[in-house]
């Protein structure tokens, strides 16, 4: 059912590696995949906490630690400030969306528009990081 799937409640095995790839700290996940291997059948469990790497460990980040860690709002060329907002599909037509926009020169500095919550969140820190915003994305549930 497709409305099972927009309620991600973190993010997938490939989401976490790519977080990971990005440089996002795995210190700020706040959940874990344990891979199980029962007769030769690899799964995947997830569980609250994260207390580091193993083999059989992949840490994961729940939605709402990932929008924690969104800067709240970006400030451009010193006068522009782009606040970060985030539209339930009633408002977008049928899409989660994650925006940070101007209101002053009615503009959006970055938006993501998906099925899923966590993937529209996903997508922006991807976009924050590769525009050199990564000093603004906030450091949660640092041990």
Not at 104 to 120: A, E, G, K, P, R
């Amino acid at each position: 059912m497709k409305d099972k799937e927009n309620l991600k409640i973190a993010t997938t095995i490939e989401q976490s590696k790519a977080l990971i790839e990005m440089g996002v700290d795995t210190n700020t996940a706040d959940m874990h995949y344990r891979i199980l291997d029962k007769n030769n059948i690899a799964r995947s469990v997830l569980s609250l906490g994260y207390d580091g790497e193993d083999d059989t460990t992949i840490p994961a980040w729940s939605v709402s630690n990932l929008i924690a860690m969104l800067p709240p709002l970006i400030i451009e060329q010193e006068k522009y400030v782009y606040t970060m907002s985030i539209c339930h599909p009633v408002m977008t037509q049928a899409k989660y969306r994650v925006v940070y926009h101007c209101g002053q020169i009615y503009s959006s500095l970055c938006q993501s528009d998906n099925d899923c919550l966590i993937d529209s969140v996903v997508d922006v820190l991807d976009w924050l990081i590769q525009h050199g915003y990564k000093d603004l994305i906030k450091k949660t549930n640092d041990k």
